[in-house]
């Protein structure tokens, strides 16, 4: 009965085990089924989603070229690190490795992976060099994605204009922001699976939506000219120790601009190393009083409305004239002056009293035409007007020191593309800077073609503009400016600054310019170059001419612009024998006749008055010095021209002013009169 038990108690424990597993596997079948059939689609999805990633393909941004294709901005690949936080195995040795790797400390790192779930970004815009230092890192939560980045590979030349791109690739600055909707194009998404490494990539027939290319812009630039302009202006303003500059180059027949540029700049590819001020396209958003620059605007409407004539005089006041309540100061003293010299030696109280007789809103309306006071058109975000008071509020002195570049502000683009309109023949463009922009598909979205805005001045006004311009470099201001063998001419500026929060000007701070075009025949370019606050120096014939002169010979000579031979040969001779008595007569009427009558002649020694003359077979040979006079009696001026009225009249004891023209019909001093002082003697003339 014993081992019958025992027998029983053994097949028991085998039976509950038979069934045991025979219930394991009934319930396997079932829970099998509802995995592989019943719930066939909820299970592979989850699945699937543990190894695949949709997702989004960036869009390569357009390329930025300049006039001739070269590549101003174009697009790098790169790696973007991540990190699925619920599959990373081991945070603290991915902390380490790319703290070692990417020199950042590795609590940078443990912080982004904190958390159980979620993706995150590691670090963007990885170069595949630094990618591959971490080949030992095998984790599977680890995320590598490939893309791209903006590379500028003419950094720093032309940062401000173009701009740069944010972390995401979307435009921060310049064109860049500016026309980021044309040049990002379409984003597109993929479904990426995973590899042993965790690197997502593309496998076999999964999902895709291509991205869409972004737009190619085409500008007016050329990059050897920005090169060049940009590497002399940074020159320019470190051997003058100015605070900034900026530079334009046109060209005055079509409104491109062919090089813009301000230095301090900065390394698009690296934003966050620079300060915002230096990001800045400040030849369209800087505002400033032009100075001497803006005389020849001036000079264009006297012209152009024959209210003046190259050749007629005023009395420059010796260097200062009280006008109203304000004093107008010349750098050099200065007598009679024929509106041409005043230009040349650039008088600013000569301007003042050649403007007198011009109506206000006439003045006002040429200014309008030549594009001042209004945004220039140049699609330019920043663009800025300037400043320009309308007639109604000019004060008593606003049209004269308007005249000579005060009470106005500019911008670099605006004066540069007005003396465009002075230099091409009278026609003032819009200026263009994006000359096409064209989709993937080769459609073209913007194209800016030159444009006439208005015509300002006539031809011939334009040509005797550009005389007066050859003027002040071959015998005035600009002399700096001289390049050998090629015919240019220009106009200097010296322009104090003005504190418009405290209204007055700063001392001993000032904006040295120069604008010229070159060459003479043919002309091509407009070169405007102004430099802020120089310290060693500060006028514009002394600091910013010699800056245009070495970028125009460099530009010339890689443009292949042949040589005018003749520049600055004076070959006059005497064709009136008849000369003059000019003793006594002072140096600046002197140098007045002497031009008019197309007379050969050179200066000796020191001194404001002619005291000997001599002839020669050149010409004249005229000793200046001092007069030594201890009195003086007015003569008697009546019914003389005012050339003989000059012959009479001793300049170190009366100062002239005329009114009218012809003869003079009444003096302000009657003859006889005793000069122990200087006095003003008023003559009046009229055509008999």
């Known amino acids: 009965m014993v081992k019958k038990a025992k027998r029983n108690i053994r097949f028991g424990r085998v039976y509950f085990l038979v069934t ?27 699945a699937r989603a543990q190894v695949e990633k949709k997702i ?9 070229t300049d006039r001739n294709g070269e590549v101003l901005a174009t697009n790098l690949n790169h790696f973007d690190l991540g990190a699925d936080r619920a599959l990373i195995e081991n945070r603290t040795r991915i902390a380490r490795r790319f703290a070692e790797v990417f020199k950042r400390p590795p609590e940078y790192f443990l912080k982004k992976l904190k958390g159980k779930r979620g993706f995150v970004y590691l670090l963007r815009k990885v170069p595949e060099e630094k990618l591959k230092q971490l080949d030992d890192l095998d984790d599977r939560g680890l995320v590598v994605l490939r893309g791209s980045r903006r590379y500028y590979p003419f950094s720093p030349y032309a940062g401000q204009l173009i701009g740069f791109t944010d972390i995401d690739d979307r ?6 922001k500016q026309f980021d909707d044309w040049l990002k194009g379409e984003d597109g998404w993929a479904m990426l699976m995973a590899d042993s490494r965790r690197r997502l990539m593309r496998r076999g027939n999964s999902e895709l939506v291509p991205y869409r290319k972004g737009a190619d812009m085409r500008l007016s630039i050329d990059k050897n000219y920005q090169t060049i302009v940009e590497d002399e202006l940074s020159k320019g303003v470190r051997k003058y120790r100015a605070k900034s500059g900026i ?32 990001r800045r396209n400040r030849a369209v958003t800087d505002v400033f009083e032009p100075g001497s620059t803006f005389k020849v605007f001036s000079a264009a409407a006297l012209l152009q409305e024959h209210i003046k004539k190259p050749q007629d005089i005023v009395y420059c006041e010796a260097g200062s004239y009280q006008f109203y309540d304000h004093v107008v100061h010349d750098t050099k003293k200065h007598g009679w002056l024929s509106f041409q010299k005043v230009f040349e030696k650039s008088s600013n109280i000569g301007m003042v009293r050649l403007v007198e007789e011009m109506p206000k809103n006439l003045f006002y309306r040429y200014l309008i035409n030549f594009g001042f006071g209004a945004e220039t058109g140049c699609g330019l975000v920043g663009d800025n007007p300037g400043l320009l008071a309308r007639p109604e509020e000019f004060s008593g002195i606003s049209k004269g020191i308007i005249s000579f570049g005060q009470e106005i502000g500019v911008t670099a683009l605006q004066i540069v593309n007005g003396y465009c309109a002075v230099v091409n023949g009278g026609y003032l463009m819009k200026p263009v800077v994006v000359k096409k922009i064209v989709d993937a598909s080769g459609n073209v979205l913007v194209e800016n073609r030159p444009e006439r805005i208005r015509q300002v001045i006539s031809p011939e006004i334009s040509d005797l503009l550009k005389e007066f311009m050859r003027g002040v470099v071959e015998r005035g201001t600009g002399q700096e400016a001289k390049i ?7 106009k200097t500026g010296t322009a104090q600054i003005y504190d418009r929060k405290k209204r007055r000007y700063k001392r001993n ?19 405007g170059v102004f430099i802020n606050e120089p310290q060693t120096g500060y006028y514009g014939g002394k600091v910013a001419a010699p800056v245009f002169r070495r970028m125009m010979e460099r530009i010339l000579k890689l ?13 006059t001779k005497i064709k009136d024998r008849s000369l003059p008595d000019l003793e006594n007569l002072p140096l600046e009427s002197a140098e007045i006749l002497l031009d008019k009558m197309d007379v050969d002649y050179e200066f000796n020694g020191n001194g404001p008055h002619i005291v000997k003359q001599r002839k020669n077979e050149d010409g004249l040979e005229l000793q200046l010095g001092d007069l030594k006079v201890k009195k003086e009696i007015v003569p008697d001026l009546k019914g003389l021209t005012v050339r003989e009225a000059f012959q009479k009249i001793n300049f170190e004891k009366l100062k002239v002013q005329i009114k009218g023209c012809g003869k003079v019909v009444r003096q302000s001093l009657k003859p006889g009169t005793l000069i122990k002082r200087r006095a003003l003697l008023i003559l009046t003339c009229r055509e008999s």
């Open 56 to 64: 989004k393909l960036p869009a390569p941004r357009g390329l930025i």
């Open 247 to 278: 530079a334009v180059l046109m060209n005055p027949n079509t409104g491109e601009v062919l090089a813009m540029g301000s230095y301090p700049g900065y390394d698009p590819n690296k934003p966050a190393r620079s300060k915002s001020e230096n």
């Open 559 to 571: 443009g292949g612009v042949p040589a005018e031979p003749g520049l600055f040969v004076k070959e």
């Open 509 to 527: 701070e000032y904006i040295a310019s120069f604008i010229g075009y070159a060459p003479d025949q043919n002309t091509r370019f407009v070169l």
């Open 171 to 176: 435009g921060a600055s310049g064109l860049e």
């Open 484 to 490: 050998e063998g090629v015919v240019l001419g220009g």
């Open 20 to 46: 045991l597993l025979f219930l394991f596997f009934i319930v396997l079948e079932v829970r099998l089924y509802f995995i592989q059939i019943k719930n066939h689609d909820f299970y592979f999805d989850k």
